[in-house]
């Protein structure tokens, strides 16, 4: 019931007084009800939980927790180890391995 | 989406490891109280690649394992009625009550229909005026909102066919209360991503001080939940203890207000008995008496039945983070999901299940 996966907006339309919309997972497309969500536009992404949807997310703050853990990964590579501390060139042939 | 990939990023995810690894000196033991993180966890083997000083316990963050048996009778008895149209989500049909499953009367020609929103029941009590849709409202923080709305429109389309048998429980409490056992060895909480969609943050920020336990709400991608055990395990070991925020793409401080409003308009806090955890004051939520029309268990004069779990099943403990499904006897033999015996492997996103389908021993 609580598994949800981002889907994206692709038609808005009024049903018995309520707005709604239809969502693209991947392709496969579902309604939900975006009442609570009264500034959502075609083409953002949001989160549905039966049948609602609960919120617009944020590709900027998706982008910037995203880079924030980029840095630190970088900041460990200037040090000239990834961040078992281990030097770089053992690291990325172990990551060649496990890929 | 774009940004998206980027949290299933194997090579990250590896680096975080790295970093967890790096800054855990000590045992920590981490409840993920939300349903979706366990089954995300075990499906990823996260567990399993975290250092070996770290545990993470499961908590009972899935709705359909929380809902007693006394409850699942209710839904039994009403959907029993020749004048009911028994709504529900899917994941309810086969819950145990004390003798059977909504499933074993829908095969006995029960009307039992499953819906993925509880607008379509609504829609159900507009086409069926001569007949009784009843709409099981199970759920956390999450689907109150949706449930709250439904009775709005009932109310706005005059409708005198339509019920909610109710059945909500709020997270917060729930994790009070399992601080506050005496046995309990939980350090740290990952918060439930989407619970905090919608409620915001000051609960879990008082919680976090008022207990000097950290959480940290996280998304449903193995980056957020590595992000999110690296940010608890560093304060953990600094001996810091707050919110920070890993899912900030869709948790805002204030959560959800035109959700949270409904569902004050609606709804009202109430005292609530989770299955395997007992009762928890102040940790449900039921219809406010000027709603009363839309309450099935009033509508109906439904009686509290006696409650009768399986024996064997060890549950409770699993949703206590006390033990963990492996530990039951019955795991994979006489319980499966296709036989489940109790609520934890009846729903998918259940611990038991979750194992099961991990092929976890
Ligand atoms: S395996 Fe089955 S019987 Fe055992 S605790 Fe889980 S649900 Fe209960």
């Known amino acids: ?99 | 989406m774009k940004h998206l990939d980027e949290y299933r990023d194997p090579a990250l995810a590896r680096k975080l490891l790295a970093e967890i690894a790096a800054v855990t000196t000590r045992p920590w033991v981490i409840m993920e109280i939300c349903g979706g993180h366990t089954h995300a966890i075990i499906r990823h083997g996260i567990d399993l690649l975290l250092p070996r000083q770290l545990e993470l316990v499961h908590g009972p963050g899935c709705p359909v394992c929380v809902t007693p048996v006394a409850l699942i009778d209710q839904a039994l008895a009403l959907a029993r009625r020749p004048e009911v149209i028994f709504t529900s989500f899917g994941d309810m049909l086969r819950v145990p009550g004390s003798r059977e499953s909504l499933a074993r009367i829908r095969a006995r020609g029960g009307d039992i229909r499953t819906v993925y929103s509880p607008l379509e029941a609504v829609n159900l009590a507009v086409q069926n005026p001569a007949q009784e849709v009843v709409f099981f409202a199970v759920g956390f923080e999450t689907t109150a909102p949706g449930n709250a709305l439904a009775v709005q429109q009932a109310a706005r389309l005059g409708l005198t066919n339509f019920s909610l048998l109710v059945s909500h429980v709020l997270v917060p409490p729930a994790i009070g209360a399992l601080l506050a056992a005496p046995d309990n060895r939980i350090q740290a909480f990952l918060a439930p991503g989407h619970v905090c969609t919608v409620e915001g943050l000051q609960d879990y920020e008082a919680m976090a001080a008022a207990h000097q336990v950290p959480m940290v709400p996280a998304g449903f991608e193995p980056v957020d939940i590595l992000a999110a055990i690296l940010l608890l395990v560093r304060q953990l070991e600094e001996g810091r203890a707050q919110v920070e925020n890993e899912y900030r793409r869709s948790v805002r401080p204030e959560g959800n207000p035109a959700a949270r409003l409904a569902v004050e308009q609606v709804f009202q806090v109430c005292h609530r008995t989770w299955r395997g955890l007992g009762e928890i004051p102040a940790s449900g939520l039921r219809l406010r008496p000027e709603f009363a029309a839309f309450d099935a268990q009033c509508k109906f004069a439904l009686e509290e039945t006696g409650e009768m779990e399986s024996p064997q099943c060890i549950s409770g403990a699993i949703l206590r983070g006390e033990s963990k499904p492996p530990q039951c006897p019955a795991f994979g033999k006489e319980c499966t999901p296709e036989h489940p015996l109790g609520a934890t492997m009846v729903s998918s996103e259940g611990a038991c299940a979750a194992y099961r389908h991990a092929n976890r021993q």
């Not at chain 1, 083409?43 to 590709?59: P, R």
């Not at chain 1, 880079?67 to 460990?76: D, G, K, N, S």
Request: charged share 30%; aromatic share 8%; proline share 3%.
């Open chain 1, 1 to 99: 019931m609580c598994l949800a996966v981002p889907g994206k907006v692709v038609e808005i339309f009024e049903e018995n007084g309520l707005k709604m919309g239809h969502i693209d997972y991947a392709g496969a497309i579902s309604r939900a009800c975006l009442e609570y969500v009264p500034e959502i536009r075609l083409g953002d992404y949001t989160v549905v939980h039966a049948g609602f949807a609960l919120s617009i997310l944020d590709e900027e703050e998706a982008a910037k927790s995203f880079a924030a853990w980029r840095e630190l990964q970088a900041a460990a590579a200037r040090e000239g180890v990834d961040l078992f501390g281990r030097p770089l060139a053992d690291a990325d042939a172990d990551a060649d391995e496990q890929e």
